[in-house]
């Protein structure tokens, strides 16, 4: 794991380090000692005030100056100052502090910035210039996604609209605020139909944080467990259960598939993983993807995204804030991050060599990103990619009949963590799972090709994407006629999103498919700061 590197100066005067760093009532009166002057100001007004950490203030480090080559930083986490690189006593150092930009339609869900993200702009060409906390970076209302990126190097900084060269990035996020969005459709389907593409709309949606109960006209009880009920009707306003289980206003995603810095080795190493567009994504195997994202960042509680976070992702791109449109598919053959097919596919999976647009493996049918943007969950630059055509597993798991984790089918096909397999053995030999807020765990079915999508988790993007028809090899909900192969079963108890290039137009977001196994796909990481 990253550590981050700050040394504090050790104050002679043990009250100056005290209230340096007393994060609770902040208040920091203008001192004067042998060894510093600490002076706060607010939008350039002198004060004795650090502003609280939801105040919409931020410390503004243009501003923000030390003498004697000092350097004054400010950790978000503990919301108090550290001074690095202090030789010399009798130093005076400036805080200050700006006005935050803030979205009014998100109300309270704007991005979250914890170290080591830097909050970022993204042009139409992919450059990359440090973002102004103070000025629109981000704008939901006009499609623009908040993007944040994390260095190689933790220590590097750069000034408001100073490009970042693309060989300094670790990794890119992309923040998903908190949002209810409207029931259209509760996923009780338990039979063979035929698909209904009248269904495909527009998701409406309200940023905000704020839990739904049944108590609140128009809205309904969360979250919607596996199978459930509840009180929620159609036309009911649903918060969205990615923001539950982990109390959040928001999560950062990564905004590729999870690639890798030195090697594809299958190995337990959280500093290997980066993020990045026209990489080779890391096909890790079993539980050791879930401990790389685990790992990744542990301050900004990182883990490896759940199929109720894939759906947040999906509902959103098809609100009135994202591309309300089938992605294109990502159709490099040597799974490549960040490609767009150049046309749609013309056929689905034929079991043949045939094309039909589904891959390309000598760039002539397919675009690398930034200019793949067909691809992007908002049809620009600052969305997500990677939603479709690469096989991505998830963090979800059937629960067995005994109430146990079903983890796999048999000991040669599971996931690697300890529990029940679908043939009814107990793999012992594993790792533990996580605590169970980091995974979603779905309702107990014995039959392999069972179509009972009413033990869907509203929000997930499987059973409210019905009606289904089950009817062909390939079976297609009725949202882009996205591929389903099995649910969530004894045989198939672990989900994984996005399907395969070789899929074609079955590929998409708001595709799924059960398997037995974490190995050979690939994954995403989550930052819940």
């Not at 042009?123 to 210039?129: A, L, T």
């Not at 996923?187 to 139909?193: K, P, R």
Request: proline share 4%.
């Amino acid at each position: 794991m990253k550590k981050h590197v700050l040394t504090f100066l050790i104050f002679i005067c043990l009250v100056v380090v005290l209230v340096i760093s007393l994060p609770k009532e902040n208040k920091i009166k203008k001192y004067t000692s042998e060894e510093i002057e600490l002076a706060i100001y607010i939008n350039d007004e002198e004060t004795n005030t650090i502003p609280s950490k939801d105040s919409g203030y931020y410390l503004d480090l243009e501003k923000s100056t030390c003498t004697n080559n000092a350097i004054i930083q400010f950790d978000t986490n503990t919301w108090s100052p550290v001074i690095k690189n202090m030789s010399e006593y009798k130093t005076r150092c400036e805080l200050h502090f700006g006005s935050e930009y803030k979205e009014s339609i998100l109300n309270g869900t704007d991005p979250v910035l914890g170290e080591p993200l830097i909050p970022v702009t993204i042009d139409n060409d992919g450059v990359v210039r440090k973002a102004s906390l103070a000025n629109e970076w981000y704008s939901y209302e006009k499609k623009n996604w908040a993007n944040a990126v994390i260095l190689f190097d933790e220590n590097e900084s750069y000034e408001d609209g100073e490009v970042i060269p693309e060989e300094k990035i670790e990794s890119y996020f992309v923040w998903i605020p908190k949002y209810r969005y409207q029931l259209w459709d509760l996923g009780n389907y338990d039979s063979l139909t035929s698909i209904d593409s009248s269904k495909v709309h527009e998701i409406p949606i309200i940023f905000g944080d704020y839990n739904t109960s049944d108590d609140v006209s128009g809205e309904c009880t969360t979250p919607m467990e596996s199978g459930a009920t509840g009180n929620c009707t159609i036309g009911d306003y649903m918060t969205h259960p990615a923001f539950l289980s982990i109390p959040s206003t928001g999560f950062w995603v990564g905004k590729f598939s999870t690639t890798y810095q030195n090697t594809n080795e299958d190995i337990y190493n959280p500093e290997n993983i980066s993020i990045k567009p026209n990489q080779f994504i890391w096909n890790l195997g079993n539980y050791v993807k879930h401990l790389n994202s685990y790992n990744y960042q542990r301050d900004l509680d990182s883990h490896m995204m759940k199929n109720t976070e894939w759906g947040a992702v999906a509902y959103l791109s098809y609100s009135a804030y994202g591309i309300q449109d089938k992605i294109r598919v990502n159709n490099h053959i040597n799974s490549i991050t960040g490609y767009a097919a150049n046309n749609e596919p013309t056929c689905g999976y034929t079991g043949t060599n045939e094309e039909c647009n589904r891959y390309c493996n000598d760039g002539t049918c397919n675009t690398a990103y930034p200019n793949s943007v067909l691809a992007s969950t908002t049809g620009n630059v600052t969305g997500i990619f990677d939603m479709a055509g690469h096989y991505s597993v998830t963090m979800s798991f059937m629960e067995y009949n005994d109430g146990s984790v079903t983890v796999g089918l048999d000991n040669s096909r599971q996931s690697g963590f300890k529990g029940t397999l679908g043939d009814g053995s107990i793999n012992t030999t594993g790792i533990d799972l996580p605590d169970k807020k980091y995974y979603d765990l779905y309702q107990f079915s014995n039959v392999r090709d069972n179509v009972s999508f009413s033990r869907r988790i509203l929000g997930d993007a499987t059973g409210e994407m019905g009606p289904m028809d089950i009817s062909n090899n390939i079976k297609v909900n009725s949202w882009h006629n996205a591929g389903l192969n099995q649910y969530f079963s004894t045989t198939y108890p672990i989900g994984h999103r996005g399907y395969s290039y070789n899929s074609g137009y079955h590929a998409d977001i708001f595709s799924f498919m059960g398997t037995y196994t974490f190995s050979g796909y690939s994954f995403r990481v989550i930052l819940t700061p």
